[in-house]
């Protein structure tokens, strides 16, 4: 069974016919580039300040406060006051300090961010960027944001700053090994690196459930290591407020303090999607392999409605541990990485490997 | 490049940095000068002086009743219990006899001064180690004692409910109804910390047999309170010096013998239970009588040395008179119990990491105005 009412292809076909009819290809692919950026930048930072909002709601709920609600109603508008703020600010020059590194620091890190969103599938069709090895371009392009912390911790002239960036620089070092490897689990069981190939094989149902006991232990693995890659509690070692006053941005004021911020917020929101897309379907429906009226039945739930859906959902188990559990030292961090996870990452591989291989899987 | 150069650059590693006087995890405005090597601390030197009010010295000019505000401004978490012992020392100063209705009502308001006290130290305490939510749970339950406070005296935080000789006034009506309903919405609370914070293995990693301190050594340094006890040294005031209402009630010293900061965590947790069996014991049999002695307009203490010792709620604070005779004491002197448990913070935090010297002082429950006067 198969509703393609909810497509886009069909709708950016469009586009790029009539575009096509109209100029000549170089103009047609200009035009065609800047409304994919103009796109992205503005879902890039509507959802960012909604992330904000939304974890500043959310962290509320759980320590017996009510949050913004003086900005608009709900305070839904508070986040967009805050932005002005930022942008109002002024930005204070820092004396002795890196000049180029440390004005070039913010938009590393927000490149980074905004270059991995482009890889990712918002619904069927609704996919800026689709190639062959989509998995590994993100995992590439997301682990670049460390060079940006590490260059505006170096160039603050601060000696907090330097200890966030380093603490920072070792834990992502660490952690991407196993964001890398729990990925490689599912990509053994999907068979491709390609994003709508993954989500496509999950028509059956989803991995999580398909791939049952290593796809649940990859997810658990990818949910910490993640949390850790993007520098969110309980590892937010690299800006740990009680130790280093604001580590790696203590120095960073107006709007480049706002781009750290931003990019932290759209990085969850980056491995919050890949979760989603790798293990929870992405946009696919939950659907159980031969119950043709049931999988019918939810195909009419939009697709970027289950996308949301299942991100929102990895997002709030972020922030709800962040908001639950005290911070690890560093060495504990470490432990936890090189000691715990990476063995059983590594053990994992080999045990989905001879379940893909044996057939075991549904 | 030879190795005359390359000596001086290794040596150069070990670093030093201010944490404070502005940091979020000085409570106040306490500066720790450290030596780093990478993250290992390798020196804690203190540097007070940044909120000095000369304390001591303004209470050479002022009466009694008006030196009682000023202990206020020392331990402002433990207002009433630094009140009393002014209170308490210029009372037995003139060999007052105070009549027992006072002696409970100072001894539930200081236990639960002391609850308060604690809960907003484990506020604190969550958040040094990066777990914020605390710090909310922690407030919520701590505005029920100090709503309390406010209808008992009128303040919430610095009461001066205390005069020499009782009392400032009666207490409300209210008073016992709403202390009762506390202690069972408390009891119910407290679980709760256990439940969000002790149990959690994040914690206990982060606090188990770090920053450890030997018997010996608490005695040496002159750890008090909780941190004292919580190294095996029996120091409390209240048992081996009973004050006010102390001696009607029943209840045990908190010991524990690890000395490491999950036990000086344990400790204060401890103590917020065995607070509330105190104010249990004394709530329904508070003696009828009058609040307070009727004293002379103007307070003179005899001459000669005075010295009064309470148990606060961060350990011994005592109260030293020296007085001529007159209306204003001679000389004055407070033995606070931060300024003796700051001085402990170098040996115990020396070589951890610095996240472990965050959570060492935070289990020390440091305030600063206290020990620079």
Redesign the interface.
């Known amino acids: 069974m198969k509703f393609d009412i909810y497509d886009f292809s069909s709708f950016t076909n469009s586009i790029d016919k009539g575009l096509m009819a109209n100029m000549s290809p170089f103009w047609a692919v200009t035009i065609e580039m800047i409304i994919i950026g103009v796109a992205i930048l503005g879902f890039y930072a509507v959802v960012g300040l909604y992330l904000v909002y939304a974890e500043r709601k959310i962290?509320a709920f759980?320590?017996?406060?009510v949050g913004p609600n003086r900005v608009g109603p709900y305070g839904f508008f508070q986040t967009i006051a805050d932005l002005i703020k930022l942008l109002l600010k002024e930005l204070i020059p820092i004396k002795n300090a890196d000049k180029i590194l440390f004005n070039i620091a913010p938009f590393i890190v927000i490149i980074a961010s905004f270059m991995a969103i482009a890889a990712i599938p918002f619904a069927k069709g609704l996919h800026a960027l689709d190639f062959n090895i989509g998995v590994f371009y993100v995992m590439a392009v997301s682990s670049m944001g460390v060079i940006g912390i590490l260059i505006a911790g170096w160039s603050s002239n601060n000696?907090?700053s330097l200890?966030g960036a380093m603490?920072s620089g070792a834990q992502i070092v660490s952690y991407e090994l196993s964001v890398g490897l729990s990925l490689i689990t599912i990509v053994i069981l999907a068979g491709s690196l390609q994003f709508s190939t993954i989500v496509e094989g999950q028509r059956n149902g989803w991995f999580i459930f398909t791939g049952h006991i290593p796809a649940i232990i990859a997810f658990l693995v990818f949910l910490v290591a993640s949390t850790a890659e993007t520098n969110r509690?309980?590892f937010?070692?690299a800006e740990?407020?009680?130790?280093?006053?604001a580590g790696f941005h203590t120095e960073y004021s107006g709007i480049k303090f706002a781009f750290f911020f931003l990019a932290e917020y759209m990085n969850m929101f980056i491995v919050a999607s890949i979760a989603a897309t790798v293990f929870l379907g992405g946009w696919m429906p939950f659907h159980i392999g031969g119950w043709e009226a049931f999988n019918g039945i939810m195909d009419f739930i939009p697709p970027f409605v289950w996308y949301v859906g299942k991100t929102a959902f990895v997002i709030f188990l972020m922030m709800w541990f962040k908001?639950?559990?005290?911070?690890?030292?560093?060495?504990?961090l470490l432990t936890l990485e090189w000691k715990y996870l990476l063995p059983i990452n590594l053990f994992n591989i080999i045990l989905m490997a001879f379940i893909v291989l044996m057939g075991w899987h549904f | 490049m030879t190795s005359e150069k390359i000596q001086p650059l290794l040596e150069e590693q070990e670093?030093s940095?201010n944490m404070g006087p502005q940091?979020?995890?000085t409570h106040g405005v306490l500066r720790l000068m450290l030596k780093?090597q990478g993250?290992m601390v390798r020196e804690v030197k203190p540097q007070l002086g940044y909120i000095h009010r000369g304390i001591e010295k303004m209470c050479e000019k002022l009466t009694y009743p008006q030196i009682i505000h000023l202990t206020d401004r020392l331990d402002y978490l433990s207002a009433h219990i630094l009140n009393e012992a002014v209170c308490l020392n210029v009372e037995k100063a003139l060999e007052i006899e105070i009549p027992d209705r006072v002696k409970y009502i100072r001894t539930i308001l200081d236990e639960l001064n002391r609850i308060a006290s604690h809960q907003l130290w484990w506020c604190a305490f969550?958040?040094?180690?990066?777990?914020?939510?605390t710090?909310?749970?922690g407030l919520?339950d701590r505005e029920k004692i100090l709503d309390i406070f406010e209808e008992t005296c009128g303040a919430r935080l610095l009461l001066s409910y205390n005069v020499p000789g009782g009392l400032m006034f009666d207490i409300h009506p209210n008073f016992q109804k709403r202390t009762k309903e506390f202690l069972k919405y408390f009891r119910k609370k407290l679980p709760e910390y256990d439940a969000?914070?002790t149990g959690?293995p994040?914690?206990q990693?982060?606090t188990i047999g770090i920053g450890y301190f030997s018997k010996e050594d608490a005695i040496n340094f002159g750890l008090s309170g909780p941190s004292g006890r919580a190294s095996g040294f029996s120091c409390d005031v209240r048992v081996h010096h009973p004050y006010s209402g102390y001696p009607f009630a029943k209840f045990n010293e908190i010991l524990f013998t690890e000395g490491d900061t999950f036990h000086r965590y344990k400790a204060r947790i401890a103590e917020m239970w065995e607070s509330m069996n105190i104010i249990e014991q004394l709530i329904d049999n508070i003696p009828e009588g009058d609040f307070a002695v009727k004293m002379k307009p103007v307070i003179k203490l005899p001459e000669g040395e005075y010295y009064q010792r309470v148990e606060a709620a961060r350990g011994e604070f005592g109260v030293y008179i020296v007085s001529d005779g007159n209306k204003t004491p001679f000389r004055m002197k407070f033995r606070s119990p931060n300024f003796c448990n700051l001085a402990a913070l170098h040996k115990m935090s020396v070589d951890h990491?610095?996240?472990?010297l965050?959570a060492i002082s935070g289990s020390l429950d440091l305030i600063v105005p206290d020990m620079d006067r």
């Open positions: 962290c759980m320590q017996c406060r000696k907090y200890i603490r509690g309980p937010d070692l740990a407020e009680s130790e280093l006053t908001w639950t559990f005290p911070r690890l030292r560093i060495d504990q | 670093f940095i940091h979020p995890s780093l993250e969550g958040m040094d180690l990066g777990a914020l939510t710090f909310f749970y919520r969000l914070l959690n994040i914690m990693q982060r990491k610095i996240a472990d965050v």
